[in-house]
Structures are given as structure tokens and as C-alpha cells.
């Protein structure tokens, strides 16, 4: 149902943009999120957004760097990426909640980004 693209290797201080294009699913009334995976560590949570109200997080690490949209008409969310940092390298996951009486989640593949210094 989700699939990433736009990862790859990038100097630091560069940018990238994640997308995430959905099938199956109109993004409307749901929660929408990046993760990541690093090497040996457990994947965290990136940034999201509540189609409900906009609201949007971001992880400290990331926050002032790191920006989340969608595009509900082309059934894309995407993360723009900018002054990126050797720690930003890790595999990116999207991920969509379909609330419910039972709750769907749904993950992307993972597409990898590699910041070099």
C-alpha cells in the first residue's frame, strides 16, 4: 500500500525529499508518520501529521530541519529533508493508522538515507 522513494547519499548540510505514494488509501482521516531504523538501534518515530486537525510532531533531532506535507490529491506524503547531519543516516519508513474498531497499520518498504561528512 505505501511505497518510499527519494532516499540516497547526500553530503552534510544537504537535503533530500522522501515521498510516500499511497495505494488504496485517500489519507483522509488518518494518522501519517516517518520513522527511521539506524544501524543497532530501534526505530523512533521522525515526524507525523493528524489528517484529523494538520497538527504535526517532530523529534527534537530533527525539528527545525526536517519538514512533513501530503498531498491528498495525488495520495502522497512527503519529508523534506534539509541541513542534514551524519546522524540522519538510517533507513526511512512511512507509515499510515487507519483508525477503526480495529486499527489497520500500514508500513512502507524503507528507503535508505546515507549522509557522509
Known amino acids: 500500500h505505501l511505497v518510499e522513494s527519494g532516499g540516497g547519499l547526500v553530503h552534510a548540510g544537504g537535503s533530500l525529499r522522501l515521498s510516500c505514494a499511497a495505494s488504496g488509501l485517500s489519507f483522509e482521516h488518518y494518522y501519517m508518520g516517518w520513522f527511521r531504523q539506524a544501524p543497532g538501534k530501534e526505530r523512533e518515530e521522525v515526524s507525523c501529521?493528524?489528517?484529523?486537525?494538520?497538527?504535526?510532531y517532530y523529534a527534537d533531532s530533527v525539528k527545525g530541519r526536517f519538514t512533513i506535507s501530503r498531498d491528498s490529491a495525488k495520495h502522497t506524503m512527503y519529508l523534506q529533508m534539509s541541513r542534514l547531519k551524519p546522524e540522519d543516516t538510517a533507513i526511512y519508513y512511512c507509515?499510515?493508522?487507519?483508525?477503526?474498531?480495529?486499527?489497520?497499520?500500514?508500513w512502507g518498504q524503507g528507503t535508505q538515507v546515507t549522509v557522509s561528512a
Open positions: 501529521i493528524d489528517s484529523n486537525y494538520g497538527r504535526t
Open positions: 507509515n499510515v493508522v487507519v483508525p477503526g474498531p480495529v486499527e489497520s497499520i500500514y
